[in-house]
């Protein structure tokens, strides 16, 4: 196990994650998952008479890749009980093919839960893009393990 254990997170604890270039493939990818094949993501000539003038990424996409960008950076690894919720998630910004996105993760609570052998944790995230503007905002909270005595 490389993952950070409840004991080892505390408030304002910060982690940067790597980026990731968001794709058209990211995109057709998640329509076929999920089934919302919105125009507006799927369709390169819809899309350049929106408001945002071309395609853009599905916002449950860039949520679902924050999650994957803040699992790779170990602290999670082994050492989560279970993904518990997500709070006032925003999404500020649209995400775009080509974009490259990373997230910043502050730990904001921490609260021991001794009958599940854990605690909860509690990280503001923001997704940001190559040029540091946010896109994507809210928090999530987790349930981790206590260390091995």
């Not at 993501?41 to 949520?63: C, N, R, V, W, Y």
């Not at 896109?135 to 987790?142: I, K, N, Y």
């Amino acid at each position: 196990m490389t993952g950070l254990y409840f004991e080892e997170f505390f408030v304002g604890q910060t982690v940067t994650t790597v980026g990731r270039t968001m794709t058209e493939f990211d995109i057709v990818t998640f329509a076929g998952l999920s089934g919302d094949y919105n125009q507006i993501h799927t369709d390169p000539e819809f899309s350049k008479t929106t408001m945002f003038g071309k395609q853009i990424a599905h916002g449950l996409l860039g949520l679902s890749i924050a999650s994957g960008l803040a699992w790779q950076t170990g602290i999670l690894d082994g050492t989560v009980i279970a993904f518990r919720e997500v709070k006032e998630w925003k999404f500020v910004k649209p995400v775009f093919i080509g974009d490259t996105i990373y997230v910043d993760l502050i730990t904001i609570e921490t609260k021991a839960l001794p009958r599940i052998g854990g605690g909860s944790v509690t990280i503001t995230l923001e997704v940001k893009n190559q040029n540091e503007e946010v896109c994507h905002r809210g928090s999530w909270t987790v349930l981790m393990m206590l260390k091995p005595k």
